[in-house]
């Protein structure tokens, strides 16, 4: 016989044994029994679900990671501008009503600057930007930067008396701190 012939008749015989052999005997057989399928299944629907709930936070996580993108990419670039802005008002300030009005090129230059303060706030406004002057309402740490304390009898403790330099909000989110003078009590 040759020898592959061998190969496979000893195959055989080893197939023809095992099958004889008691299933408490066959250590594969007694294997596949003990398995306990539906604890098993019960894991692998628990890794699924934690997988589908993980890929679901990512999700969420991404949107408002990109809301806030769109909401908030503007601020380096606002606070920028908020120097030009403070300026208009300073300019528009130093040039008194009695001196526009006794000088055209003034008041022509008076008016050029309140327009351009004008359009400016307004494109603050459609961005989501508004400025804070808190001028007699309470002192407010979250949104103002007290420099000074006055004392002042005729309003209570705590008051914003004059704002130098304004503040301002993006959406909820604080700019620049309004700069006050706040009053304080007299003790």
């Known amino acids: 016989m040759p020898e592959n012939a061998k190969q496979v008749q000893e ?3 080893s197939q023809k044994a095992q099958s004889e052999v008691p299933a408490e005997n066959n250590p594969e057989i007694q294997s596949e029994q003990d398995v306990d399928y539906k604890a098993i299944i019960d894991d ?3 890794k699924v679900l934690r ?4 890929a679901q936070n990512t999700r969420r996580r991404a949107d408002i990671d990109i809301q806030n993108a769109k909401s908030f990419g503007i601020q380096s670039f606002s606070k920028d501008l908020l120097g030009v802005l ?3 008002f300073r300019a528009s300030d130093t040039i008194s009503d009695a001196d526009s009005a006794a000088d055209p090129k003034l008041k022509a230059i008076k008016e050029g600057i309140e327009i351009t303060k004008r359009e400016m706030i307004n494109v603050f406004e459609r961005g989501g ?3 804070i002057e808190p001028v007699n309402e309470a002192f407010d740490p979250n949104l103002h930067q007290a420099i000074s ?3 002042d009898v005729s309003v209570a403790a705590g008051t914003v008396l004059q704002v130098l330099q304004s503040g301002y909000i993006l959406k909820d989110r604080l700019l620049r701190p309004a700069l ?4 304080k009590s007299t003790d």
């Open 149 to 151: 304390q006055v004392t």
């Open 129 to 131: 930007i508004k400025r």
């Open 180 to 183: 006050v003078v706040v009053s």
């Open 11 to 13: 195959n055989e015989q």
């Open 44 to 46: 692998l629907n628990d």
């Open 86 to 88: 403070d300026n208009l």
């Open 51 to 54: 997988a589908m709930a993980e």
